[in-house]
């Protein structure tokens, strides 16, 4: 059986190792680290859903929320969120609203928050409804020679894609939610759908899915079709089981497709072959099977993770002594991935 271990989030391994490191530090703040959500679609301005369109500056997604739902009187849980964002950072993102009258809005004040625009929908925003983010950081202390290895570890990430690990902030502040979310798998009962439990069974599979990443990082493997991989197409989403690895590799090499990781769970779909028995190893390793998260029904459902994804519209522009580096990300991948593969310390 495969020995798989456990990966530290602080120190993953890089694409780009033997490129060298760009050797800065970036200290995360509102002033230097710049998010912008896109969604999938624009609000058709009929409907009962109003959706607010709103800048936020060192606030979480969930306290502006919780801020909207009090001064309207409403439940948080009504308020559609399509991706919670940092809050250490100056974001602009939407949320949806049932049943208000828009000039009610007019009336709310709430500090470190702007609305910019407000149209209505029919439908509610629902979680992930996500198309991409558009990053745009400060980074300091950049000089001629590295400006050049900047540009070329951009276009190697560009054709080749960054490896799609969770980030630090996955795993909670102490990052012992991954350990925890385990111990509940093992326990089976007493447990509850609360956000708390969720965002620790949440930690648990990405930490799988990290270790298998790094595994097949070291195997060299990260950019190859093996037999028994689950292959997934990264415009699309659909996922199939690779049979002739030879056929599929042109598609892998053009960044079509690639080999995802499984997160844990009953109703995910599986690998074969050597893919497969790496999953295999990992309940081993943790000393749990398939009935353990069985016994969790819809709590742990599972998924699958492509392990690369594409590095779109990167750029860089020298403005007020900083290098401004700005790129998009599909939804849930992150920011702070691409700084390690780029070098770059990121301190949250």
């Known amino acids: 059986m495969n020995d798989i271990p456990k990966t530290d989030p602080h120190n993953l391994p890089r694409?780009?190792?033997?490129?060298g490191a760009i050797g800065t530090i970036?200290?995360?703040?509102a002033e230097h680290f710049i998010v912008e959500e896109h969604i999938p679609y624009e609000p058709c301005r009929k409907g009962e859903h109003l959706f607010v369109q709103f800048r936020k500056r060192d606030l979480t997604t969930k306290a502006v929320v919780d801020s909207f739902a009090k001064a309207l009187g409403i439940r948080a849980r009504?308020?559609?969120?399509?991706?919670?964002?940092?809050?250490k950072a100056t974001t602009t993102q939407w949320i949806s609203i049932q049943g208000i009258k828009a000039n009610l809005l007019d009336k709310?004040?709430?500090?470190?928050?702007?609305?910019?625009?407000?149209?209505?929908?029919?439908?509610?925003?629902?979680?992930?409804?996500?198309?991409?983010?558009?990053?745009?950081?400060?980074?300091?202390?950049?000089?001629?020679a590295r400006m050049t290895?900047?540009?070329?570890?951009?276009?190697?990430?560009?054709?080749?894609?960054?490896?799609?690990?969770y980030g630090p902030q996955r795993f909670g502040k102490f990052e012992d939610n991954r350990e925890q979310g385990l111990a509940m798998i093992k326990a089976g009962e007493g447990v509850g759908k609360s956000w708390r439990e969720k965002l620790l069974l949440s930690s648990y599979q990405s930490g799988c899915f990290n270790d298998l990443l790094a595994y097949?990082?070291?195997?060299?493997?990260?950019?190859?079709?093996?037999?028994?991989?689950?292959?997934?197409?990264?415009?699309?989403?659909?996922?199939?089981?690779?049979?002739?690895?030879?056929?599929d590799q042109p598609r892998v090499d053009a960044l079509e497709i690639s080999p995802t990781g499984w997160m844990p769970g009953y109703k995910a779909m599986r690998a074969k072959g050597r893919p497969g028995e790496w999953e295999e190893a990992l309940l081993s390793r943790d000393e749990i099977h398939l009935g353990h998260l069985e016994g969790l029904g819809k709590l742990l459902k599972g998924t699958r993770r492509a392990m690369r994804m594409p590095l779109a519209k990167c750029s860089y522009?020298?403005?007020?002594?900083?290098?401004?580096?700005?790129?998009?990300?599909?939804?849930?991948?992150?920011?702070?991935v691409v700084l390690h593969e780029l070098g770059i310390t990121f301190v949250s």
Not at 149 to 165: A, D, R
Not at 219 to 233: F, R
Request: hydrophobic share 35%; aromatic share 8%.
């Open 216 to 247: 097949r990082m070291s195997k060299g493997y990260l950019d190859t079709a093996l037999e028994g991989d689950v292959l997934q197409k990264h415009d699309s989403g659909g996922s199939f089981h690779c049979e002739v690895p030879a056929e």
């Open 78 to 87: 009504d308020v559609g969120v399509a991706g919670m964002k940092d809050k």
């Open 26 to 29: 970036f200290v995360q703040d």
């Open 149 to 165: 290895m900047l540009q070329e570890m951009i276009n190697v990430l560009q054709q080749k894609g960054i490896p799609n690990f």
């Open 15 to 19: 694409r780009l190792d033997s490129m």
């Open 317 to 336: 522009e020298e403005k007020g002594g900083l290098v401004w580096l700005t790129f998009s990300l599909p939804a849930g991948v992150y920011a702070s």
């Open 108 to 144: 709310i004040s709430i500090p470190g928050v702007s609305i910019l625009q407000r149209k209505w929908h029919r439908n509610k925003l629902r979680n992930g409804q996500v198309k991409h983010n558009t990053f745009r950081i400060g980074l300091k202390d950049i000089d001629g």
